[in-house]
């Protein structure tokens, strides 16, 4: 089992910056492939990057590629988004995710991750 804590969320204006961070507990962590995901309201939970167990594969949405940057430190069992350039049209609940695949590096499916953190909160104002 993991358990998933965002944190790192707020209030920044356009075009500024925000770290998000997804420390996990459990001893395998590594062995996850891990997602992000946000939720703005009234809108359906989507997509936003991934990156293999081992960090050597990442992957982004095309509305955020170029802005956002997605890494993982397993010794220190956490994920991390960072993000810059941001919108007003970033603002969301942001997720993290994580997942076990045998023969994939990372889902773009938010169905195929079976752990969840509660979220953090990510504002953008113009």
């Known amino acids: 089992q993991v358990q998933l804590v965002e944190s790192g969320g707020g209030l920044v204006q356009a075009g500024g910056s925000l770290r998000l961070s997804c420390s996990a507990s459990?001893?395998?962590?590594?062995?996850?492939?891990m997602g992000w995901f946000r939720q703005a309201p009234g809108k359906e939970r989507e997509y936003v990057a991934a990156?293999?167990?081992?960090?050597?594969?990442?992957d982004y949405a095309d509305s955020v590629k170029g802005r956002f940057t997605i890494s993982r430190d397993n010794a220190k069992n956490t994920v991390y988004l960072q993000m810059n350039s941001l919108k007003p049209e970033d603002t969301a609940v942001y997720y993290c995710a994580a997942a076990l695949f045998r023969r994939r590096s990372y889902s773009t499916n938010s169905d195929e991750y079976r752990y969840w953190g509660q979220g953090t909160q990510v504002t953008v104002s113009s």
């Open positions: 990156i293999s167990w081992s960090g050597g594969t990442t």
């Open positions: 459990g001893r395998t962590f590594s062995s996850y492939a």
